[in-house]
């Protein structure tokens, strides 16, 4: 599917950890980079962690540390996963994955649904 699909979420414990998991199906005719990002009501969409074309992890300074970003690429399916631990209260948010497809000359991005993460205290 073009659009990704997000799952994983669910609500734990402040030190608690969740997998986030988002799939896609593989287009090998873009260069693809493929991100977490998560937004609190009201307020902007932010940057948690991604992973680009190259193979390349980049992390916020918050997840630096307490989150982790691997990839499955295999078969026809693209699998980005987040391993958060020691996560926070104010973790707390809808997590989207996006992807986002390099063909020149432009870029386009697809945005899955979200999953929610809550973390209490």
């Known amino acids: 599917q073009v659009q990704p699909v997000e799952s994983g979420g669910g609500s734990v414990q402040a030190g608690g950890s969740l997998r986030l998991s988002c799939t896609a199906s593989k287009d090998t005719t873009c260069k693809t980079d493929m991100t977490w990002y998560r937004q609190v009501p009201g307020t902007e969409r932010e940057f948690v962690s991604g992973i680009d074309s190259d193979g390349r992890t980049r992390y916020s300074d918050s997840a630096q540390g307490r989150f982790t970003v691997s990839q499955d690429n295999a078969g026809n399916t693209l699998t980005l996963y987040l391993q958060m631990n020691s996560l926070r209260p104010e973790d707390t948010a809808m997590y989207y994955c996006?992807?986002?497809?390099?063909?020149?000359?432009?870029?386009?991005?697809?945005w899955g649904q979200g999953t929610q993460v809550t973390v209490s205290s």
């Open positions: 996006s992807r986002e497809c390099y063909r020149y000359p432009r870029w386009s991005t697809f």
